[in-house]
């Protein structure tokens, strides 16, 4: 985020429910079914954060930030909420990050967002698809919504109940159900890429060369159209075929109109949120080694003088910059080296009676069990060195 110019924002982890049923429209499944919301002490309907698309922009317009600069880039991470029925992949509180881009309707923004997001996916290994679609904007969506929802009706007694309601509030979401009888009653349904205006276009094909431009692979997807009713243009998503029904790793688009609907000035935006569970579930099922949080060095201490000398010890080789354990339990020194042990620690430093009056202790490492005897005085530049 850093190399891409973005700055952290952080909201509340709730917002006044209208700020979600406003922002990401009354006819989602989002703010339909899955909201928490709850009424205050003071009588005010209050909801946890289902995502942070809608937060940012009342922050954005709260906060005049719009009136600084052309552009406005930022990033969050945290946790949202959403009650959906808990499976592999999909929980009640799960963690998001996220980035949005304010201020520009250039299609080099969409092109920037996907490929910041494909670069956090390369870095950390995980390979997935790309899904890209142009949703329109309100001058075609609303041509193309009439003559998919005379599709539909066409083909009306197939449809699941979800589909069949959704038909007349949220048509197109009908396109994007897992139900496969609605599925196979919409396999010839009319298109979106059929009724795109000259101008949504225009935008769509110059974000796809963008792409291409940057070797970032991706396959156009038409039935594409993301669970969330601000979007317009551009609507992208990352799949991976590691996370089963829940295949989403992160979506996002463009949402020229969000800012307007909030009370602010015209203002085009583009961005992009990632499930972090869901990173996790796919790191671990390629097998990533997560780095250990072992600890370079476990004082084991024998008796209550040197367990003094140890809590000391420990302080000061932590201010140091060493990542140093010790037992606070005055175990035996066995139990202290099993713990060692189960925590990988690089060395262990034991010290008891002998050690003490002897100002010097005995370094172990671990790996190979070869033993030194160290002085006090030396034992921090003799720990920071190579094991
Ligand atoms: P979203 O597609 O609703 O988009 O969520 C983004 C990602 O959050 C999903 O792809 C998924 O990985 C993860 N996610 C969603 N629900 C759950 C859940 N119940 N459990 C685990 N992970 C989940 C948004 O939220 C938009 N705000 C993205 C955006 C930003 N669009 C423009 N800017």
Same mark, same amino acid.
């Given at each position: 985020?850093?190399?891409?110019?973005?700055?952290?924002?952080?909201?509340?982890?709730?917002?006044?429910?209208?700020?979600?049923?406003?922002?990401?429209?009354?006819?989602?499944?989002?703010?339909?079914?899955?909201?928490?919301?709850?009424?205050?002490?003071?009588?005010?309907?209050?909801?946890? %954060?289902?995502?942070?698309?809608?937060?940012?922009?009342?922050?954005? !317009?709260?906060?005049?930030?719009?009136?600084?600069?052309?552009?406005?880039?930022?990033?969050?991470?945290?946790?949202?909420?959403?009650?959906? %029925?808990?499976?592999?992949?999909?929980?009640?509180?799960?963690?998001?990050?996220?980035?949005?881009?304010?201020?520009?309707?250039?299609?080099?923004?969409?092109?920037? !967002?996907?490929?910041?997001?494909?670069?956090?996916?390369?870095?950390?290994?995980?390979?997935?698809?790309?899904?890209?679609?142009?949703?329109?904007?309100?001058?075609?969506?609303?041509?193309?919504?009439?003559?998919?929802?005379?599709?539909?009706?066409?083909?009306?007694?197939?449809?699941?109940?979800?589909?069949?309601? %959704?038909?007349?509030?949220?048509?197109?979401?009908?396109?994007?159900?897992?139900?496969?009888?609605?599925?196979?009653?919409?396999?010839?349904?009319?298109?979106?890429?059929?009724?795109?205006?000259?101008?949504?276009?225009?935008?769509?094909?110059?974000?796809?060369?963008?792409?291409?431009?940057?070797?970032?692979?991706?396959?156009?997807?038409?039935?594409?159209?993301?669970?969330?009713?601000?979007?317009?243009?551009?609507?992208?998503?990352?799949?991976?075929?590691?996370?089963?029904?829940?295949?989403?790793?992160?979506?996002?688009?463009?949402?020229?109109?969000?800012?307007?609907?909030?009370?602010?000035?015209?203002?085009?935006?583009?961005?992009?949120?990632?499930?972090?569970?869901?990173?996790?579930?796919?790191?671990?099922?390629?097998?990533?080694?997560?780095?250990?949080?072992?600890?370079?060095?476990?004082?084991?201490?024998?008796?209550?003088?040197?367990?003094?000398?140890?809590?000391?010890?420990?302080?000061?080789?932590?201010?140091?910059?060493?990542?140093?354990?010790?037992?606070?339990?005055?175990?035996?020194?066995?139990?202290?080296?099993?713990?060692?042990?189960?925590?990988?620690?690089?060395?262990?430093?034991?010290?008891?009676?002998?050690?003490?009056?002897?100002?010097?202790?005995?370094?172990? %490492?671990?790996?190979?069990?070869?033993?030194?005897?160290?002085?006090?005085?030396?034992?921090?530049?003799?720990?920071?060195?190579?094991?």
């Amino acid at each position: 985020m850093d190399l891409y110019g973005y700055g952290e924002i952080r909201t509340p982890i709730f917002e006044d429910t209208a700020v979600f049923a406003r922002g990401i429209g009354e006819e989602t499944d989002i703010v339909g079914k899955e909201m928490y919301s709850f009424t205050d002490k003071g009588g005010a309907s209050i909801t946890l %954060r289902p995502e942070m698309t809608a937060p940012v922009i009342r922050a954005y !317009i709260q906060h005049g930030m719009g009136e600084q600069g052309l552009l406005d880039k930022l990033w969050y991470m945290g946790p949202m909420f959403r009650q959906e %029925r808990p499976q592999a992949g999909r929980y009640r509180q799960f963690h998001q990050f996220g980035f949005e881009c304010i201020g520009q309707s250039n299609p080099d923004c969409d092109a920037e !967002i996907i490929a910041m997001a494909a670069e956090v996916y390369r870095r950390l290994d995980i390979t997935c698809t790309l899904k890209v679609n142009s949703v329109g904007d309100s001058l075609c969506r609303p041509v193309y919504r009439q003559v998919l929802r005379e599709y539909l009706a066409g083909v009306a007694e197939q449809l699941s109940p979800d589909s069949l309601r %959704r038909m007349n509030t949220n048509p197109m979401r009908v396109l994007d159900s897992k139900d496969p009888a609605d599925r196979s009653a919409t396999t010839a349904a009319p298109v979106m890429s059929d009724f795109l205006c000259d101008a949504c276009r225009e935008h769509f094909n110059a974000v796809l060369s963008k792409l291409r431009m940057l070797d970032i692979d991706f396959c156009v997807d038409p039935t594409l159209v993301r669970g969330l009713d601000y979007y317009t243009r551009t609507a992208f998503e990352f799949v991976s075929t590691d996370l089963g029904s829940q295949d989403a790793l992160g979506g996002g688009g463009r949402y020229d109109g969000l800012v307007e609907q909030f009370g602010g000035k015209s203002t085009p935006a583009v961005g992009f949120a990632s499930g972090m569970e869901r990173v996790l579930i796919v790191m671990e099922k390629n097998g990533y080694a997560f780095p250990e949080m072992s600890p370079d060095v476990y004082i084991i201490a024998l008796d209550a003088e040197s367990r003094s000398w140890a809590f000391k010890t420990a302080i000061m080789l932590r201010t140091a910059g060493l990542r140093v354990e010790l037992d606070y339990a005055g175990r035996s020194m066995k139990a202290q080296l099993r713990e060692a042990n189960r925590m990988k620690a690089v060395r262990v430093v034991i010290v008891g009676e002998k050690e003490m009056a002897e100002e010097k202790a005995i370094v172990k %490492r671990m790996e190979d069990g070869m033993q030194t005897e160290v002085s006090f005085e030396e034992l921090h530049s003799a720990l920071s060195r190579q094991p």
